[in-house]
Nanobody, 123 residues
């Protein structure tokens, strides 16, 4: 069974940085899409950074230029480097991995989820 475990969240002042990690275990395939989503209080979950099966990376407009998604070669760990954090980045962040390589992109219904980790950015 695929399991994802996030770490690295916490509290930081606006303008600061955090690096989220996601340890992935139990998978037998490689090349699946991988992504970070977040859900702020009272809002729907949104995809903020994504690596498709072909390696193409996309970011939500709200985080472009500030967040960087990366993964280790073995695809056992996914990272999200978050710089120049803003108050509006406060949310629960979720790591996700595609259930199959047949789906090029990660979406709500075709991924395994981590349990989520909180990020709070104070002004």
């Amino acid at each position: 069974q695929v399991q994802l475990l996030e770490s690295g969240g916490g509290s930081v002042e606006a303008g600061g940085s955090l690096r989220l990690s996601c340890a992935i275990s139990g998978h037998t395939s490689s090349g699946n899409c991988m992504a970070w989503f977040r859900r702020a209080p009272g809002k729907e979950r949104e995809r903020v950074a994504h690596v498709a099966t072909d390696g193409i990376i996309r970011y939500a407009d709200s985080v472009k230029g500030r967040f960087t998604i990366s993964k280790d070669k073995a695809q056992n760990t996914l990272y999200l480097q978050m710089n120049s954090l803003k108050v509006e980045d406060s949310a629960t962040y979720f790591c996700a991995r595609g259930r199959s390589v047949i789906w090029r992109e990660c979406a709500e219904l075709n991924v395994y989820w981590g349990q989520g980790i909180q990020v709070f950015v104070s002004s």
